[in-house]
C-alpha cells in the first residue's frame, strides 16, 4: 500500500517560513505528478500547487512567487516551500500523488499536517 508521510508543519509567526515534506513509499515516484493541497479552516480542500513528472509547477493564483513546490526523485519526496506566510494560509495541508493538471484530481493522499500562522 502506498503511503505519503506528511512532515513540516507546524505554528510560525506572518512573515515566516516553513517547508513541508512528502516522503512517498512509491516505487515510480518517478512518474507520477505530486501535489500539495489545502483546507483552511471552514472551508473547502483547494490545490495549491501540482508538479509535474517534467518538474513543471502549477499554483494557485496569488501563491506563485511565496510558495515553491519541488521535488526529489532519488529522495522520493516532493517539498512545499512556503515562504512570507499570512494568516490566511493558515489550513491542514494535504499531499497528494498521481494528480492530473486538468482536473486537479489526485488519486492517492497522504495525511495531513496543520499549519497555523499568527498574526
Known amino acids: 500500500q502506498v503511503q505519503l508521510v506528511v512532515s513540516g508543519g507546524g505554528l510560525v509567526q506572518a512573515g515566516g517560513s516553513l517547508r513541508l515534506s512528502c516522503a512517498a513509499s512509491?516505487?515510480?515516484?518517478?512518474?507520477?505528478?505530486m501535489g500539495w493541497y489545502r483546507q483552511p479552516p471552514g472551508k473547502e480542500r483547494e490545490m495549491v500547487a501540482i508538479?509535474?513528472?517534467?518538474?513543471?509547477?502549477y499554483y494557485a493564483d496569488g501563491l506563485k512567487g511565496r510558495f515553491t513546490i519541488s521535488r526529489d526523485n532519488d529522495k522520493n519526496t516532493a517539498y512545499l516551500q512556503m515562504n512570507s506566510l499570512k494568516p490566511e494560509n493558515m489550513a491542514v495541508y494535504f499531499c497528494?500523488?498521481?494528480?492530473?493538471?486538468?482536473?486537479?484530481?489526485?488519486?492517492?493522499w497522504g495525511q495531513g499536517t496543520l499549519v497555523t500562522v499568527s498574526s
Open positions: 497528494a500523488a498521481d494528480c492530473a493538471i486538468a482536473t486537479q484530481y489526485c488519486d492517492i
Open positions: 512509491l516505487r515510480t515516484f518517478y512518474s507520477v505528478s
Open positions: 508538479i509535474t513528472v517534467n518538474g513543471d509547477a
